[in-house]
């Protein structure tokens, strides 16, 4: 029997008060794959450098990743380095959590980091951060929750508010936790 992730109003509509016993263990199977959060991480595998060709301009963050695989990767693959597909079929509520640990060969930058959805960058969640010492590192936040649909991609993209100056990222871990909606 398959077991088919659907949204809450077809989950409650298949599972009415059960009287007359109608509530096959399909349907019980269904309202389980369709409850439990979908989850997803990757990793940095080594530092990498973003290049700025244009200022205050968002660009993806470079970076070869890796997912987690120790979490279980169920309702998200890696279609590519920095990028988490959900791959649960049933529109979700996704809360996105990126950490990012970077440096910079010059000082007095602002770096802004952001989401992006299927490759473009969502400004309105982006923080921002000026790194004032070269010989340091700066840790980067951000969370959001974006309403996904089967196949949607999220990636994490960065600017240079100041010039292009290039970015070096040291550590970083995009985490995802879905619910449908």
Do not use: W
């Not at 199977?29 to 973003?50: E, M, N």
């Not at 809360?95 to 930058?109: G, M, R």
């Amino acid at each position: 029997m398959s077991q088919t992730p659907k949204v809450l109003s077809t989950l409650l509509a298949q599972l009415p008060d059960n009287t007359s016993g109608l509530i096959s263990p399909e349907d019980v199977r269904d309202a389980v794959v369709s409850l439990f959060p979908s989850r997803g991480q990757l990793d940095l595998s080594a530092s990498a450098t973003t290049t700025f060709a244009a200022t205050a301009t968002y660009y993806k963050l470079a970076g070869t990743t890796a997912l987690d695989n120790t979490l279980g990767e169920d309702g998200f693959s890696m279609p590519s380095s920095n990028e988490l597909r959900c791959t649960k079929n049933v529109n979700q509520v996704v809360l996105y959590i990126a950490n990012v640990e970077v440096s910079c060969a010059s000082n007095n930058k602002t770096f802004s980091m952001t989401f992006a959805k299927n490759g473009t960058a969502i400004d309105r969640f982006h923080i921002s951060e000026k790194l004032s010492d070269s010989n340091a590192r700066y840790f980067f936040s951000v969370s959001a929750l974006i309403p996904m649909s089967v196949n949607d991609t999220v990636s994490v993209f960065v600017r240079n508010d100041t010039d292009t100056t290039s970015l070096v990222t040291q550590n970083y871990t995009l985490s995802a936790v879905g619910y449908i909606r």
